[in-house]
T-cell receptor, first 118, second 111 residues
């Protein structure tokens, strides 16, 4: 069964450093998402991406964050200058385009990357 | 705004016990409602969903009914197993938009 994969599973970085989190969505999916979960808190939406551009972003997704689909398979989240409060589990998700309410609106999630900023 | 509130965890039960995890929501429109499960070391997996009032979602012995009058979507299972130990997330989605999650409830089932 196809699945979303994410690398690395755990990333440790120093404050102020740039990090790139990588995701390989399911191959025929066209909508991509990043969510994050700070330890003990809610899973929060960061950004959605379609047709090579951001379709929606949250207040969290400020100028320090960027997303890119550099090739036909990868979807990346870059944090330009990490802060301690960026420490969290980051989840990538993808879905196909589909009819509203239909099963193909389901988002499929990867296992997450745990980012630790020291 | 749109939000989801889940009962706080952790929840610890014995095998074969009855499970309820409460979930209530606030939404500006008519959301679809979901339960996701995260097993240790894995990603979020869709457990069940309901797209309109009075719908019942079910999967793997778990059930949840979309109650518009009480804005709730409580997760239930009649007899839990050790393998059900995981973190459970309630979520809503309006149309094709982003998912809005609750804070998650960690469930541990003891043999």
């Amino acid at each position: 069964e196809p699945e979303v994969t994410q690398t690395p599973s755990h990333q440790v970085t120093q404050m102020g450093q740039e990090v790139i989190l990588r995701c390989v969505p399911i191959s025929n999916h066209l909508y991509f998402y990043w969510y994050r979960q700070i330890l003990g808190q809610k899973v929060e939406f960061l950004v959605s991406f379609y047709n090579n551009e951001i379709s929606e972003k949250s207040e969290i997704f400020d100028d320090q964050f960027s997303v890119e689909r550099p090739d036909g398979s990868n979807f990346t989240l870059k944090i330009r200058s990490t802060k301690l409060e960026d420490s969290a589990m980051y989840f990538c998700a993808s879905r196909t385009p589909g009819l509203a309410g239909g099963p193909s609106y389901e988002q499929y999630f990867g296992p997450g990357t745990r980012l630790t900023v020291t | 705004g749109n939000s989801v509130t889940q009962m706080e965890g952790p929840v610890t039960l014995s095998e074969e016990a009855f499970l309820t995890i409460n979930c209530t929501y606030t939404a500006t429109g008519y959301p679809s409602l979901f339960w996701y499960v995260q097993y240790p070391g894995e990603g979020l997996q869709l457990l069940l969903k309901a797209t309109k009032a009075d719908d019942k979602g079910s999967n793997k012995g778990f059930e949840a009914t979309y109650r518009k009058e009480t804005t709730s979507f409580h997760l239930e299972k009649g007899s839990v197993q050790v393998s059900d130990s995981a973190v459970y997330f309630c979520a809503l989605r309006l149309g094709a938009q982003k998912l809005v999650f609750g804070q998650g409830t960690r469930l541990t089932i003891n043999p």
